[in-house]
């Protein structure tokens, strides 16, 4: 286990203090089990919601650990999981991924979109299955360059769902949903916005 995923540095962005936005994590099968250290020292800098990916596999899944760890730790939970190209032809993969969720209260739940070979029915079918799963909307976490490189930028096929995004200039350090925002697919504003990367992906929400 790498003990800089454990206690990691100060990030150049602590979450101000407002009442109207959150800090949240995002992590997946990389940052394996989490310790009531790694919360506590990331509560300090303005974090209370850890978002989990959905991952199965030959080496384990760590979504279920993570999760607990998060509620132990007195943190809020989300989920969010990954739309593979071609995902409409072989739902089983997503249900299976989705079940990992089960018995977990999702604060939401978020479908990646970040493949440029993905399908418009790939995203379809993955958000009407998630829906299912969850009971209730499912939110879109890409961003503008996604949607362009596929040609979907000026369709607003989901533009009603909450949209968790990645600023046109990248990973900017900047904790504020708006900023760096630019429209596309029917959004004109954001829910969520991932502002950094390192050494763990930090996200900023709208309340």
Known sequence: MNNALLWPPRPRVVIPPKSDVQGWIDVSNWQGLLSPGWFDTWRGMGFGGLIVQAVTGDN??????????????????????????????????LNNRLAL???????????????????????????????????????????????????????????????????VVGYDGIADVDANFVPFGGWTSPTMK??????????????
């Open 60 to 93: 384990g899944s760590f979504t279920r650990l993570q999760l607990q760890a998060a509620l132990d730790a007195h943190w809020d939970i989300a989920g969010y999981i990954w739309c593979h190209p071609g995902q409409a032809d072989n739902m089983g993969s």
């Open 101 to 167: 969720f089960d018995g977990f209260s999702l604060d939401f739940l978020a479908l990646d979109v970040e493949e440029t070979t993905t399908r418009k029915r790939d995203v379809d079918d993955s958000l009407a299955a998630c829906d299912r799963q969850q009971g209730f909307p499912t939110w879109v976490y890409t961003a503008k360059r996604v949607f362009d490189a596929l040609g979907w930028s000026d369709y607003d096929w989901w533009a009603p769902r909450p949209l968790w995004y990645v600023p």
């Open 194 to 207: 991932q502002f950094s990367e390192t050494p763990v992906d930090q996200n900023v929400r709208r309340v």
